[in-house]
């Protein structure tokens, strides 16, 4: 069983700087896919970015050259910087881990980006 403690949301001024981290524990196996999530009050989840366990990164079009998904492989703790905050990066930010063909998730961090 896999589970993932984000931490890092908060309230930060439109221009500003966030650092989220997600720690993962339990069995973790060398291939796999991390990700970060967001899905904002009445909207559906949405990818962020993901980051695989060879170091290829995909990220959203709408966060391309403002944030950046990182790994610290020691312990598989991913990051993500986001820098350039915009109100409409307002949401529940979330983890995700993809290994096995399964998809493990932690409970979310509020992001609140204020105009």
């Known amino acids: 069983q896999v589970q993932l403690v984000e931490d890092g949301g908060g309230l930060v001024p439109a221009g500003g700087s966030l650092r989220l981290s997600c720690a993962p524990s339990?069995?973790?196996?060398?291939?796999?896919?991390m990700g970060w999530y967001r899905q904002a009050p009445g909207k559906q989840r949405e990818l962020v970015a993901s980051l695989t366990s060879s170091g290829r990164t995909n990220y959203a079009d709408f966060v391309k050259g403002r944030f950046t998904i990182s790994r610290a492989n020691a312990k598989n703790t991913v990051f993500l910087q986001m820098n350039s905050l915009k109100p409409e990066d307002t949401a529940v930010y979330y983890c995700?881990?993809?290994?096995?063909?399964?998809?493990?998730w932690g409970k979310g961090t509020l992001v609140t980006v204020s105009s």
């Open positions: 995700s881990l993809s290994q096995l063909g399964r998809d493990s």
């Open positions: 339990g069995s973790i196996f060398s291939i796999n896919v």
